[in-house]
C-alpha cells in the first residue's frame, strides 16, 4: 500500500508519465543514498556533486570508497552548473584520478545549503553532458516538498520523459540513468520518522537497491 501511495504521489507531484519502480526507504535519506552508493559504485568510483554541498555526502561516499570531485559554483550563476562547468570538472577527474571511471553526479534541488532550485533548462543542460559521458544521475529531492504549493520545483525525471519525447528516443534513454530520492522527516517537521522512497524507471537497480538496503539495515555493524 505503501508503494502504491509513493508512486500515486510522484506521479502527481512531478507530473510524470512513465511507469516508475519504487522501494521504500525505512532509514531516510542516508540510508537511501548509501544505498544507491553500494550498488551504482565501485571502490574509486567518482562522484560529481556541485559545491557547495551537503558535507554528509562526503562521508557516504567514504563509506564505499568512491571519490567526490566537486563541480564549483558561485553565487554569480545562482550555484548552478553549467555544461561548461561539468565538463571542466569532468576533464579534470580524468586527468587526476586515471584509473577511476566517473559514474554519478548527484543533482540536489532544492539545494543544501543554498536553496537554489534547478530550472527545466538547468536540468535539460545538465542530463545533456551526462547522457553523452553515460553518467547516472542521482535526484536529491530531500527538501523538494518544502515548498509553497504554488511554487513550481522542476522534476530531473520529467525533463528527461520531455527529451525522449521531442527527440522521439526510446523510453528509458534518459530516465534509465536518473534516480530520484526523498523522504518525509524534513516536510513533516518529524525527527526520527525517517520514511521515504527511491525511485526509477530502471527495475533492476529497484532490486538491487532493495538486497542492499536490507543487508545494510540489518548489519549495523558495517557502521
Given at each position: 500500500?505503501?508503494?502504491?501511495?509513493?508512486?500515486?504521489?510522484?506521479?502527481?507531484?512531478?507530473?510524470?508519465?512513465?511507469?516508475?519502480?519504487?522501494?521504500?526507504?525505512?532509514?531516510?535519506?542516508?540510508?537511501?543514498?548509501?544505498?544507491?552508493?553500494?550498488?551504482?559504485?565501485?571502490?574509486?568510483?567518482?562522484?560529481?556533486?556541485?559545491?557547495?554541498?551537503?558535507?554528509?555526502?562526503?562521508?557516504?561516499?567514504?563509506?564505499?570508497?568512491a571519490?567526490?570531485?566537486?563541480?564549483?559554483?558561485?553565487?554569480?550563476n545562482?550555484?548552478?552548473?553549467?555544461?561548461?562547468?561539468?565538463?571542466?570538472?569532468?576533464?579534470?577527474?580524468?586527468?587526476?584520478?586515471?584509473?577511476?571511471?566517473?559514474?554519478?553526479?548527484?543533482?540536489?534541488?532544492?539545494?543544501?545549503?543554498?536553496?537554489?532550485?534547478?530550472?527545466?533548462?538547468?536540468?535539460?543542460?545538465?542530463?545533456?553532458?551526462?547522457?553523452?559521458?553515460?553518467?547516472?544521475?542521482?535526484?536529491?529531492?530531500?527538501?523538494?516538498?518544502?515548498?509553497?504549493?504554488?511554487?513550481?520545483?522542476p522534476?530531473?525525471?520529467?525533463?528527461?520523459?520531455?527529451?525522449?519525447?521531442?527527440?522521439?528516443?526510446?523510453?528509458?534513454?534518459?530516465?534509465?540513468?536518473?534516480?530520484?530520492?526523498?523522504?518525509?522527516?524534513?516536510?513533516?517537521?518529524?525527527?526520527?520518522?525517517?520514511?521515504?522512497?527511491?525511485?526509477?524507471?530502471?527495475?533492476?537497480?529497484?532490486?538491487?537497491?532493495?538486497?542492499?538496503?536490507?543487508?545494510?539495515?540489518?548489519?549495523?555493524?558495517?557502521?
Amino acid at each position: 500500500n505503501l508503494i502504491k501511495r509513493f508512486k500515486k504521489f510522484i506521479k502527481h507531484d512531478e507530473g510524470l508519465e512513465s511507469e516508475y519502480h519504487v522501494a521504500v526507504v525505512s532509514g531516510g535519506g542516508r540510508s537511501a543514498i548509501t544505498n544507491l552508493f553500494r550498488i551504482l559504485l565501485k571502490p574509486k568510483d567518482i562522484v560529481l556533486i556541485p559545491s557547495p554541498m551537503w558535507s554528509g555526502y562526503k562521508t557516504l561516499a567514504n563509506y564505499v570508497d568512491a571519490i567526490i570531485v566537486p563541480i564549483h559554483t558561485t553565487i554569480k550563476n545562482k550555484f548552478i552548473p553549467s555544461a561548461d562547468d561539468i565538463e571542466m570538472a569532468i576533464s579534470k577527474a580524468k586527468k587526476a584520478y586515471q584509473s577511476s571511471e566517473i559514474k554519478m553526479m548527484i543533482v540536489n534541488t532544492p539545494h543544501n545549503p543554498t536553496g537554489t532550485v534547478y530550472s527545466e533548462g538547468n536540468i535539460k543542460e545538465v542530463l545533456e553532458v551526462l547522457h553523452k559521458h553515460d553518467i547516472v544521475c542521482l535526484a536529491d529531492y530531500t527538501y523538494r516538498a518544502i515548498r509553497n504549493k504554488k511554487t513550481h520545483v522542476p522534476s530531473v525525471h520529467k525533463v528527461a520523459e520531455e527529451f525522449e519525447r521531442k527527440k522521439k528516443l526510446p523510453k528509458g534513454t534518459f530516465t534509465d540513468k536518473i534516480v530520484s530520492m526523498q523522504t518525509i522527516g524534513k516536510v513533516t517537521l518529524t525527527p526520527g520518522f525517517r520514511i521515504g522512497y527511491v525511485a526509477t524507471t530502471d527495475s533492476d537497480i529497484i532490486k538491487d537497491f532493495c538486497a542492499k538496503k536490507q543487508a545494510t539495515d540489518f548489519g549495523g555493524s558495517f557502521f
